[in-house]
């Protein structure tokens, strides 16, 4: 077996099971009696130092220079005091001071080596915490580990002279520090109490979600594909724990998606089910403290980090993600800064894998293309997963995790095809505010109560949401016509939109399927306009989006004619607005598009209607509810127009 397998195997021995109770004679009992527990700790640690050798059997007289790395800046107090009872003279280094004192330091180290005394650097990262020259010149390089369950069972069996100690695992003592392990050693106590309090400071210290409310990996619903690599990790976590896998083979993924889908919950479920703590921090967290400088914060990614560390095996789960900048998009004023904290967190991301202790990291983003590519590369985030709003199944299975026991009865599927296009955060929302009605009225949760937490009263009047079912029908209808996938078609407000029709639409398109595009925009106008409505402002972002499309055409994609690019596509409307003659010729092409736009809605009309009468009564139908109502029409008026593919973007035509 390897050293880095030992290794591996090391930080995943309690997920093999608790030590077995055994007594086994503590010849150091007297010692253990005599010490202060952190004094006891800190003697186990040093026996249990795997390389390097202890400070004890170095060379006596020797003039050395050495690094002492440490499970966590809590140790570089105790340790400054052991090395310096066993060697008065030493020069100590600690790892706490701020690199603009590196250089006087570096002086010391010299006259100090040169007095023929030895010079001791004490820290948790050495390779950022201490002097460069220090760590040229060391001679010796001695990490102390951080406590064991069996390195904790043997301290309490030595602090209290009792033999039998109950079992302990790394969910037991994860996250603790020096002195919290310290903490749990008190006079006159017995090996249970010990254990009880380890158990309860872990419990405060780790954000663990073993208890909380989070459902299984198992009981999810929806996530797609990031749920099946979570699974595939739990595999890998049992494979660890049979021996049969090397935690170094554990990968890390950063969620990414929409506000609201879940993906703190996947992060806690993974922890929660694989048995392993899980410890939540956020980029936002690390500023924090202090006063924003860049050694605080690299100081705060640091503690974070070191956490993990000593909590391994365990999920370090990074929100926010996106709050640290693309240096490529840095501009000239704030780059220096954010180079150099962005560095740092990489090289935390990278030492942490290359440790190969059992941390998995997990990161999330609502933006992830505001991400720096340094931070998705192999052996930092090795893998993306999108996490999109779920579907109808998924809506209702999430619904009936929140509602626990309560209203058995309801029907989660019906009431989720209410809720096309929302997120898990938003069915937390429904099944809160339901219970809020119930509180009030003194009685059990209904069905009805969540059906109008869904869908609350609209003020207004019935003659504007007639207008608008009009409308939104108008794009729905005309998008399934021309082969597209409608999702979802509502006339519940939100925003400025009175409604909105969710369309797939594919990636790339050609001239004739930007032309069909702009057929679905222009729908809802034109079946206002059918039903003897006037022009109004409800389709304002409609006109705005196909005048982008039709000038993109011209002045991006080459499909007008020319093949020069005059501006990107989020940027055409701007020359459009300053170039008379462009804006003419768009004109007359949307004018074009109008005139076969109103001939399709008016060959359609009663499908149209049937769909907003629908729209009226039930405010929102999903892609199944939309095709069932069309399919009530004996025939449809088919027009020989482009066959669109399924895509990825979901633009909103709609009021």
Request: aromatic content about 4%.
């Amino acid at each position: 077996m390897s050293a880095t397998d030992q290794n591996d195997d090391d930080a995943f021995a309690f997920l093999q099971g608790p030590e077995p109770e055994v007594e086994t004679p503590e010849p150091d009992q007297a010692k253990g009696n005599a010490l202060s527990p952190i004094g006891l700790l800190l003697d186990l640690s040093w026996q249990a130092i795997k390389t390097g050798g202890d400070l004890r059997s170095l060379p006596a007289g020797a003039t050395l220079a050495a690094i002492i790395r440490v499970p966590s800046d809590a140790w570089i107090d105790p340790i400054h005091d052991f090395v310096h009872e066993n060697d008065p003279a030493a020069k100590i280094i600690e790892g706490k001071a701020r690199r603009k004192d590196w250089s006087a330091q570096e002086a010391l180290i010299v006259d100090a080596l040169d007095h023929g005394k030895s010079v001791f650097g004490i820290a948790s990262d050495p390779d950022t915490q201490l002097p460069p020259l220090l760590r040229a010149a060391a001679d010796v390089v001695m990490a102390i580990p951080a406590p064991t369950p069996a390195l904790m069972r043997r301290a309490i069996r030595l602090h209290t002279g009792r033999a039998r100690v109950p079992a302990l695992t790394a969910m037991d003592i994860g996250g603790l520090d020096l002195l919290d392990l310290a903490a749990a050693l008190r006079p006159r106590t017995t090996p249970g109490a010990c254990v009880r309090r380890l158990r309860a400071a872990a419990a405060t210290r780790s954000v663990s979600t073993s208890h909380d409310s989070t459902p299984l990996l198992h009981d999810l619903s929806g996530y797609g594909a990031a749920r099946d690599w979570c699974l595939g990790t739990l595999a890998d976590i049992e494979a660890v724990r049979a021996g049969t896998l090397s935690a170094g083979e554990l990968e890390s993924a950063v969620f990414y998606g929409p506000p609201g889908t879940g993906k703190t919950t996947l992060a806690r479920s993974l922890a929660k089910t694989a048995r392993i703590p899980l410890i939540e921090t956020s980029v936002a967290a690390w500023f924090q403290h202090k006063e924003g400088a860049l050694g605080d914060f690299l100081q705060q990614v640091a503690d974070v980090f070191t956490r993990a560390k000593n909590s391994s095996p365990c999920i370090l789960f990074i929100d926010e993600l996106d709050s640290l900048p693309d240096r490529a998009q840095l501009d000239s004023r704030n780059k220096s800064w954010w180079s150099s904290a962005i560095g740092g967190v990489l090289l935390a991301l990278s030492n942490i894998r290359e440790a190969k202790n059992g941390v998995i990291l997990l990161g999330a983003t609502n933006f992830l293309a505001n991400i720096d590519a340094a931070l998705l590369r192999p052996g930092r985030f090795d893998r993306q997963f999108r996490i999109d709003p779920p579907d109808a199944a998924g809506l209702a299975g999430i619904m009936r995790s929140h509602l626990g026991d309560d209203c058995p009865e309801a029907d989660t599927g019906a009431l989720a095809r209410l809720m096309p296009g929302r997120t898990g955060a938003d069915v937390a929302g429904v099944v809160r505010e339901a219970r809020r009605f119930a509180r009030a009225a003194k009685r059990e949760l209904t069905e009805a109560d969540l059906r109008t937490a869904i869908m609350p009263a609209d003020p207004r009047p019935p003659g504007e949401l007639r207008h608008v079912a009009i409308h939104e029908a108008g794009h729905a209808v005309v998008a399934h016509l021309l082969g597209h996938t409608v999702s979802s078609v509502t006339i519940r407000g939100e925003g400025n939109a009175g409604g909105w029709t969710d369309v797939h639409l594919p990636s790339v398109s050609d001239r004739g399927l930007i032309e069909a595009r702009i057929k679905i925009l222009l729908a809802g106008r034109a079946a206002n306009q059918l039903f003897g409505a006037s022009a109004d402002t409800g389709a304002a972002s409609d006109l705005i989006e196909a005048t982008r499309l039709l000038a993109a055409a011209r002045l991006s994609f080459g499909l007008a004619g020319s093949l020069v690019t005059r501006a990107a596509p989020d940027q055409v409307l701007d020359l459009v607005a300053r170039d008379r003659s462009l804006a003419d010729a768009i004109d007359q092409e949307l004018a074009g598009l109008m005139v076969s736009t109103r001939r399709l809605v008016a060959e359609n009309r009663a499908v149209i209607e049937r769909v907003a009468d629908a729209l009226v009564g039930r405010f929102v139908l999903d892609g199944v509810a939309l095709a069932d109502q069309i399919a009530l029409q004996p025939a449809l008026s088919r027009r020989r127009e482009p066959r669109l593919g399924r895509g990825q973007d979901r633009p909103r035509p709609g009021g």
